[in-house]
C-alpha cells in the first residue's frame, strides 16, 4: 500500500511570490492535514480537509488556503511568501473517523526557502 | 486550549540504557495521546497510542502510559538501540473525529555505541 507522497520535496523561493504543494494520501483515507514544521515553532496546525471540506483550520493568517479534490489528493497554497514561511511543510492523511482521531500517515514533507 | 509540554532535549544515551522522555499536557475533557518519532529526514510516524486513562500503549519495546491523575504519558524503553536515534514527539488530540493533533516540540534523543 502506497504511503502518503508529497511533491515537491524541495523548493525555493522568493519573497511575494506564491507556492503550491501537493499531497496525495493514502488510498482508501478521506481526511488530509497539514501542518508547518519549524524549528523554533515546532510542528504547527494548519488546516484539515475531510470529503473535499475543510472541516479544522489552525491560526495562520489568509495567505494560507488549502483544497482537496474529489479523488482525496489534497493542494495546499501560500502566496504573497514571507521570509517566516521557511519551512517544513508536512501532510497527514488518515479515514477521519472518530476511532483513528490522531492516527495520521505522514508524507516526507516539502522543504520550501523563502529567499 | 490544549498543550502538550516535553522535556528539553537532546537526550544522548549510550547503547542498552533505559530512555525516559517526559510529557505533561493540558486539556479540556479525555484526550487520546500519543507519540511519534522522526527519523532524519522522513516524515512522522505513530509510535504509539492510548485513548484513556491508565491505557498502556506499546510497540518495539517503546512503553507510555495514560497517567490521568498526574496528566502524563511519559515513553520508556528499557534498552535503546543506535536505530532509536530521532526525534520524539508527544501529542494529544480532543477533537473527535476531526484530526487537529497538538505537538509538543519534540525531544530529540542520540544514541552512541
Known amino acids: 500500500k502506497a504511503g502518503v507522497t508529497q511533491t515537491p520535496r524541495y523548493l525555493i523561493k522568493t519573497r511575494g511570490q506564491q507556492v503550491t504543494l501537493s499531497c496525495s494520501p493514502i488510498s482508501g483515507h478521506r481526511s488530509v492535514s497539514w501542518y508547518q514544521q519549524t524549528p523554533g515553532q515546532g510542528l504547527q496546525f494548519l488546516f484539515e480537509y475531510f470529503s473535499e471540506t475543510q472541516r479544522n483550520k489552525g491560526n495562520f493568517p489568509g495567505r494560507f488556503s488549502g483544497r482537496q479534490f474529489s479523488n482525496s489528493r489534497s493542494e495546499m497554497n501560500v502566496s504573497t511568501l514571507e521570509l517566516g514561511d521557511s519551512a517544513l511543510y508536512l501532510c497527514?492523511?488518515?479515514?477521519?473517523?472518530?476511532?483513528?482521531?490522531?492516527?495520521?500517515?505522514f508524507g516526507e514533507g516539502s522543504r520550501l526557502t523563502v529567499l | 486550549g490544549n498543550s502538550v509540554t516535553q522535556m528539553e532535549g537532546p537526550v544522548t544515551l549510550s547503547e542498552e540504557a533505559f530512555l525516559t522522555i517526559n510529557c505533561t499536557y493540558t486539556a479540556t475533557g479525555y484526550p487520546s495521546l500519543f507519540w511519534y518519532v522522526q527519523y532524519p529526514g522522513e516524515g512522522l510516524q505513530l509510535l504509539l497510542k492510548?485513548?484513556?486513562?491508565?491505557d498502556k500503549g506499546s510497540n518495539k519495546g517503546f512503553e507510555a502510559t495514560y497517567r490521568k491523575e498526574t496528566t502524563s504519558f511519559h515513553l520508556e524503553k528499557g534498552s535503546v538501540q543506535v536505530s532509536d536515534s530521532a526525534v520524539y514527539f508527544c501529542a494529544l488530540s480532543n477533537s473527535g473525529g476531526y484530526q487537529k493533533v497538538t505537538f509538543g516540540t519534540g525531544t530529540k534523543l542520540q544514541v552512541i555505541p
Open positions: 492510548a485513548t484513556k486513562a491508565d
Open positions: 497527514a492523511s488518515s479515514l477521519g473517523d472518530r476511532g483513528s482521531a490522531g492516527e495520521l500517515f
